[in-house]
């Protein structure tokens, strides 16, 4: 006799729930976390470590805003940055614009010109930041050069866009190393960077929630 087996259904998953541009600005005004915004889609943004925000510092202390006769504006990770191509909002760690920032909309919370981005890597969002937020950030115009700052040890990363249009990397990982930036005329020790930051700790990563 034959036996029928019974058919497996696979449960229904709810629809991504996709929202407007205007809706997102909206929510993101009201919001007590920063979110990024991916084509329709709202992303919750973890927070950061003391040592993450330890190295930001450190950057944002020993970096002139004037170099030469070039100004430079250096905006931490509450400044949104837009990337129209792939319909995007998000909050780089850091982000530094030669001259003058643009803005997107009638506000000054969002820009759109970086020259450069820095974002300090935590475990949950090394991937991302090394792969599809790569993609998204090299097509804006301006941008010339990608740093990726390891808080769990000595490590850096250096993309930066030569005269060809090809994206050079340079690693960095002795403490002795110094980092020189390719689109600005200004280099800063591994030491200074590293600053006060204790590789010994160990940090509950809130990304990882």
């Known amino acids: 006799m034959q036996t ?7 449960p229904e998953t709810a629809p991504v729930k996709k ?3 205007e809706e997102y600005l909206a929510l993101e005004e009201k919001a007590e976390y920063k979110n990024e915004y991916r084509n ?7 927070g950061g470590t003391t040592n993450h925000n330890k190295i930001g510092v450190n950057i944002c202390r020993k970096f002139p805003l004037t170099i030469g006769t070039e100004n430079y504006e250096l905006f931490i990770s509450d400044v949104r940055l837009w990337i129209p191509e792939y319909n995007l909002y998000t909050y780089p760690d850091l982000m530094i614009v030669a001259g003058e920032p643009i803005y997107q909309g ?6 759109t010109n970086p020259t450069l981005i ?3 890597l935590s475990l949950s969002t090394q991937e991302y930041d090394r792969g599809g937020k790569f993609k998204y950030y090299r ?27 090809k994206w050079v990397l340079t690693e960095y990982e002795n403490e002795q190393d110094m980092l020189k930036l390719e689109s600005i005329a200004w280099e800063i020790p591994l030491t200074d960077i ?8 160990e940090e509950y990563d809130q990304e990882k929630s």
Request: aromatic share 12%; proline share 2%; no cysteine.
């Open 106 to 111: 009638k506000g000054t919370s969002t820009i």
């Open 139 to 165: 097509s804006l115009p301006q941008m010339q050069e990608y740093i990726l700052i390891d808080q769990y040890q000595y490590g850096i990363e250096q993309f930066a866009k030569n005269q060809e249009g």
């Open 194 to 201: 590293y600053e006060r930051v204790n590789f010994g700790i």
């Open 40 to 46: 329709g889609e709202i992303i919750k943004m973890a």
């Open 19 to 21: 929202y407007t541009v």
């Open 118 to 120: 820095i974002e300090v």
């Open 4 to 10: 029928l087996s019974k058919k497996t259904t696979k």
